[in-house]
C-alpha cells in the first residue's frame, strides 16, 4: 500500500481524507475524543504540507438522511482544539456549502463535511449508488487519502469506491493499525493471550475459530462467556445467552483442547437481580449462579485469575469488557483486565486494545492511552483481520492507483 510519502508534493493540492471521527456524544457533548486524537497526526500533517485538506466522516446510523443529532458540528470544534487550528464546517456533505467551503480553502486549510451517512449512497448496497455519492465526493478533490480504520472492512462510497476514482494512499492511522495487526497474526512473541468479552459471542465465532490455530490462550469474559459455560452444562439464569450458538461453542473447546490451547473462563461471576447499578448483587461461583438473577461481572476470583494467566504473557490482544463498566458495581472485572495489561505493558509486551467498548472502558476507569502499547479505534475492523478477511477498504487501496 502507498502511503502519504509517496504521493509526492501536495501543496496546494485538495486532499480528501477519510477518517473515522464516529464518536460518542451525550446530547452535543463528546464523551470519548480517542478517534478525534488518533485522526487528527495525519490531518495536521496534510496541513502542514500545504495540502487542503478535506475531512470526510461518519457519526452514528443515521438513515440516510440529514438529522441533527448525528451532526459532525460538535466533532468540528473539538478537532480544531486538537489540531489548534481553524476547522471550517460545511453543513452538507457534496452539496453547495461543502463546495464553496472546499473552494475557499486556503493552502493549508481544513474542512469537515458533514455527516456522511446523511447521504443514502454511503452506505447504499448497489454498485452503482454508491459510485454516484463517491463520483461527487472525489470532484472535490484532486487526491485521497484513507485514514478510517475502523470503516476499512466496510464496502462504502467513502471508503472503498471513491478509492478508485482518484491517486490514493494509507494515512498515518490505518498505516499503524495495519502493522499492530500484522505483528498479532505473523509469528507473534509467546506466550500470545487473546482476551474477548462483550455481549455476543456470534459477533466473535468466526475470530474465535481462527485464533485456535494462533494464539496459546484465550481468556473469555463478557456477556458472550454464558454461552461457554452453558456449552458445559452450567445453569446461566437470566444471563445473556445465544442458545443457537452453544454447540459451535462446545466444538470450539473440543478443537482447542485437541490444540494444546488453553481456554480460560471464570470461575466466578458477580450477579444481580436486574440490569441496574442499584439492583442487589452477590458474588457466586459460575456452577452456582441462580436461575432468578443474571450475570453481570466476572467476580473478584475470576479478575485474579484472568491476571496471573496473563502476567507472563509477551503478545496480548483484548477485545470487549468483562462486564457492565457503566455501572460502577459491575467494572471491576474490565478494571483488573486494564490493570494487568498495563502491568505486562510496563514489562516490554506488546498489548493492543481492540477498540470500540474497551478502548471507550479503558478511558473510563482512568487509564491513560500509554498504559497500552496500542488502543485500535476500529474494533470490528480488527477482529476481521484477525479472522482472517479481505478488507474492502485495504484491498482497494492495494489495487494500484486511478
Known sequence: MKTIADLGDLRGKRVLVRSDLNVPLAGTTITDDGRIKASAPTILMLSEMGARVIVSAHLGRPKGEPDPAYSLAPVAKRLGQVLQKPVVFAEDTVGPKARAAVDAMPEGGVVLLENLRFNPGETAKTDAERAEFAGELASLADVFVSDGFGV?????????????????????????????????????????????????????????????????????????????????????????????????????????????????????????????ADAPHEVVPVDRIPADKMGLDIGPDSAKLFAERLGDCRTVFWNGPMGAFEMAPFAAGTNAIARALADVTAGGALTVVGGGDSAAAVRQLGFADTDFGHISTGGGASLEYLEGKQLPGLQVLEDGDA
Open 152 to 276: 476499512v472492512h466496510r464496502e462504502q462510497a467513502s471508503v472503498y469506491d471513491v478509492a478508485k476514482l482518484l491517486p490514493h494512499a494509507t494515512g498515518g492511522l490505518v498505516e499503524a493499525e495495519v502493522n499492530v495487526l500484522r505483528r498479532l497474526t505473523r509469528d507473534p512473541d509467546r506466550p500470545y493471550a487473546v482476551v474477548l468479552g462483550g455481549a455476543k459471542v456470534s459477533d466473535k465465532l468466526g475470530v474465535i475459530g481462527s485464533l485456535l490455530g494462533t494464539a496459546d490462550r484465550l481468556l473469555v469474559g463478557g456477556g458472550m462467556v454464558f454461552t461457554f459455560l452453558k456449552a458445559q452444562g452450567l445453569e446461566v439464569g437470566k444471563s445473556l445467552l445465544e442458545p443457537d450458538q452453544v454447540d459451535t461453542v462446545r466444538g470450539y473447546l473440543d478443537e482447542a483442547k485437541a490444540k494444546g490451547v488453553e481456554i480460560v473462563l471464570p470461575v466466578d461471576i458477580v450477579v444481580a437481580d436486574a440490569f441496574s
